[in-house]
T-cell receptor
């Protein structure tokens, strides 16, 4: 079945540095790739998404890149701040009409 | 436009009881998804519904679990004869079409 792998599972970076989270997907028909941020005890919230007709998308300190040939996409957070600490999930919309989530990355920002 | 609403936010049940979780999608959204999240783990897809139809229930256990999204009213996730392993956070998400999803605050089920 469809699968999304996410790495790393935990990531600790110094405040002000960049953080990169990578995901690979198996369904070559996937065409929509959202990223969600989940703070402790809260709901997942969409922070950025990209569709398959675009290679890169940026929103202030957050950017996402997509390589359809290699079937992987990445989240980049620049100038990290304490409030960026959370669990981040990637996802891929499969051809089976559902979104498959990665296993999550726990990002910690060191002061 | 109110967001996705779920109730109750917290639910405590004893083993063998039934749990009913409700999800009201955002206005104008006709697609509802249910996910289960264990502590320190990711979101596991359970079921995808449109009004009065189950589109994909491949992630839902065959026994004790059922879901519906009636023409009127919220979507319901029903767990019969709950066991301790059912303790988790259950999130629903709604979508205007089959992609961008907006999550509700979740229901945290505790089975004693």
């Amino acid at each position: 079945g469809e699968n999304v792998e996410q790495h790393p599972s935990t990531l600790s970076v110094q405040e002000g540095d960049s953080a990169v989270i990578k995901c690979t997907y198996s369904d070559s028909a996937s065409n929509y790739f959202p990223w969600y941020k989940q703070e402790l005890g809260k709901r997942p919230q969409l922070i950025i998404d990209i569709r398959s007709n675009v290679g890169e998308k940026k929103d202030q300190r957050i950017a996402v890149t997509l390589n359809k040939t290699a079937k992987h996409f990445s989240l980049h957070i620049t100038e990290t701040q304490p409030e960026d600490s959370a669990v981040y999930f990637c996802a891929a919309y499969s051809s089976a009409s559902k979104i498959i989530f990665g296993s999550g990355t726990r990002l910690s920002i060191r002061p | 436009n109110a967001g996705v609403m779920q109730n109750p936010r917290h639910l405590v049940r004893r083993r063998g009881q039934e749990a009913r979780l409700r999800c009201s999608p955002m206005k104008g959204h006709s697609h509802v998804y249910w996910y289960r999240q264990l502590p320190e783990e990711g979101l596991k897809f359970m079921v995808y519904l449109q009004k009065e139809n189950i589109i994909d229930e491949s992630g839902m256990p065959k026994e004790r679990f059922s879901a519906e999204f009636p023409k009127e009213g919220p979507s319901i996730l029903r767990i019969q004869q709950v066991v301790r392993g059912d303790s988790a956070a259950y999130f629903c998400a709604s979508s205007p079409a089959s992609n961008e999803q907006f999550f509700g605050p979740g229901t945290r089920l505790t089975v004693l």
